[in-house]
């Protein structure tokens, strides 16, 4: 099955890298490691051209989305949270491996997010939902509303301070032998120093490291 599943999301996939046009996107991101964006730059979003065909490159691939059909094949999660749902392509994996499960996924970029929209809606998926905006904005009324959560999926931001932040923001809001995963925690220093503090937390059953640098993920089973 999880075969078949690939095959049509990377499909989709490679027919969106053959798109050329431009995308305006608000970025409230860390960006590139390069870029040392500045917390105020983060706060008020960095408007930016990018290529549709660049945009699809991004997020959950083929290792990826088979690390979360291991975590699902045990876990069975009924209530999913995502933060970072750029093209749409990690929420339609976990829709396809969890139908049963109800995911609420959240974008900064409106325009990024009717792109995932589109993409759900060619899948035919109707267990996903899209929150548009800041994390910080509207994950403290999401979580209230949906909590417990048996999956959280951390794949934005990209910034030491505000992962701490939703680690610790969502963590009260799990529920019981839930799992967090924590996607790119080698992507620069700042996101190992977010990783190694989130395990020094101590709140976890067990903890794994999977993938290879920079595209290292990081999983606590609560």
Known sequence: MIDKIIE?????????????????????????????????????????????????????????????????????????????????????????????????????SPNIAEIAKENHRFFGLSNVSVFVGRFDIVLPKLLEEISPIDFAFIDGHHDREATLSYFKQILPFMAKGGVMLFDDIAWSEGMREAWREIVDFGVYKKIQEVGEEPWKMGVLWL
């Open 8 to 108: 049509t999301i990377e499909q989709r996939r490679n027919e969106l890298k053959t798109q050329s046009q431009m995308v305006e996107v608000i970025d409230f991101g860390a960006g590139n490691p390069s870029d040392k964006r500045s917390k105020k730059q983060m706060e008020m979003g960095v408007k930016v051209e990018i290529p549709l065909r660049d945009l699809a490159k991004i997020g959950v691939k083929k290792e990826k989305a088979e690390c979360i059909y291991a975590i699902f094949s045990s876990l069975a999660p009924k209530t999913i949270l995502e933060l970072g749902t750029c093209c749409g392509f990690s929420s339609s994996y976990m829709s396809f491996f969890a139908p049963n499960s109800k995911i609420y996924t959240i974008e900064g």
